[in-house]
């Protein structure tokens, strides 16, 4: 199996003192998730699978009581001082009470091996768990920063909102003093009541998000969310991912039902005995019923007991060919697994480089457009440039400003993705 090893660094944005939001925002989702918990009662379930099968090997012990009438019965006739006697061996009515025990002595290891495949899909459980969580973390955290992305959105919205209306309260003065038509008005009232729409989409897109995060941890997340940054450094390979956990935990598994099947032509060694209470130990002369003393008697009975499988119709061979299959399944499943992780950390790598150069083309951009603002505002003050031409400037400078907050949502994003697809566990860190 092939190792790919990678030193990231997942970069996020702002203050890193507040980095254990996210991380107790995930520990509360994970901690809430009904579904989690759902998944988790078959842990519950295996443990008591592996008791039931733990159980076989202690004595079982049970209490029988019965009446059989039996007809006809064995019977012989002699002829004593010339009046014949008739005598029975078995009672018609027999009545036989006992306590009954039963004792696996040995059984060449078979449920030993029964018992520890048991434990293992309880652990394949725990790896199918770990692997949820591990995805329900990742989606939080990747919520997470596209509401803290729409959070930015909207600040620049607001800000070009700001910048709009302040030009409004020119034109409209402008046009008191008749240096601007009333069509520049409606023009940027216009634009106003635009920009208002975008900020009432962006607040609700954050909305939408923000209520999916409160659903998730069970909680109101009204004090809203806080920016993060952190450096995260890992060497781990691909094969940390939870996918390999879940993979080997399968394995082992169908290694063991191999086993197990090796067994199942094993002899099983058991014992037997009983004490109890039973009639019919006198015979009947004439019909005459003994005393109920002479009757009844306690009996016991000891014994051994050899089982032998000889033939089964190939059963166990077949169930070992279907283990011995699936491990092959699961060969070429891990060999997939690790060859499509380590082409997402190659084109996570490389993606990462393109969008951070891209972020540092952006901000020379958004330091022109700044520029261009600046001056074209000046022009406009002294009536150099039109109001159309002012509105141009402004929308590229707020393009450029969500273009840049764009590319660092995907950074974000991307960094996140390669920390998933290496295993990390960022919120035990």
């Known amino acids: 199996m092939k190792k790919i090893a990678l030193l990231l660094i997942a970069t996020f944005s702002l203050h890193a003192q507040t980095n254990s939001d996210l991380s107790a925002l995930v520990s509360k989702a994970l901690d809430y998730a ?250 009947r002369i004439n019909g005459e019923v003994p005393a109920f003393s002479d009757d009844f008697k306690i009996n016991t009975m000891v014994g051994l007991k050899l089982n032998v499988p000889i033939y089964s119709g190939k059963r166990a061979s077949m169930q070992k060919s279907i283990a011995q299959i699936q491990q092959e399944r699961i060969n070429f499943q891990r060999e997939d697994t690790n060859n499509k992780l380590a082409y997402d950390l190659r084109q996570g790598d490389a993606n990462i480089k393109t969008i951070q150069a891209k972020l540092t083309t952006q901000s020379q951009l958004i330091e022109q457009a700044k520029y261009a603002y600046q001056l074209g505002e000046a022009r406009y003050k002294e009536g150099t440039i039109k109001q159309m031409e002012l509105d141009q400037i402004q929308n590229t400078l707020e393009e450029a400003q969500l273009q840049e907050e764009n590319f660092k949502l995907q950074l974000n994003l991307q960094q996140l993705d390669l920390l998933k697809t290496k295993g990390v566990k960022f919120w035990e860190l």
């Not at 003065?173 to 009541?193: C, F, H, N, P, T």
């Not at 635009?194 to 954050?206: D, M, S």
């Not at 939408?208 to 952190?230: C, N």
């Not at 063991?256 to 109890?276: F, M, W």
């Open 34 to 283: 009904p579904a989690l918990k759902a998944q988790k009662t078959q842990i519950r379930v295996g443990d008591t699978k592996t008791q039931i099968q733990q159980s076989l090997d202690k004595p079982v012990i049970a209490y029988e009581a019965g009446i059989t009438r039996i007809d006809p019965v064995s019977k012989v006739t002699f002829a004593m001082g010339g009046a014949p006697s008739v005598l029975q061996f078995q009672p018609n009515m027999n009545y036989n009470t006992n306590f009954v025990a039963s004792q696996t002595i040995y059984d060449w290891g078979k449920n030993k091996l029964a018992i520890e495949k048991s434990q293992l899909e309880t652990l394949l459980s725990k790896t199918q768990i770990e692997q949820t969580e591990f995805a329900i973390a990742y989606q939080i955290a990747s919520i997470y920063h596209q509401i803290l992305f729409l959070q930015n959105v909207l600040k620049i919205q607001q800000a070009e909102l700001g910048r709009i209306k302040t030009q409004a309260q020119i034109i409209d003065q402008q046009v008191k003093l008749g240096e601007a038509l009333q069509l520049d008005a409606m023009s940027i009232k216009i634009r106003v009541q635009n920009q208002e729409t975008k900020i009432g989409e962006t607040e609700t897109q954050i909305n939408k998000l923000t209520d999916y995060l409160e659903t998730q941890t069970g909680q109101s997340l009204k004090g809203g969310l806080k920016p993060i940054q952190t450096t995260i450094q890992s060497n781990e390979t691909v094969t940390n991912n939870p996918m390999f956990a879940q993979l080997e935990a399968e394995n082992a598994v169908w290694q063991q039902e191999i086993q197990l099947q090796d067994k199942s032509s094993a002899p099983t060694l058991s014992g037997a005995a009983s004490l109890g209470l039973r009639n019919g130990y006198l015979p």
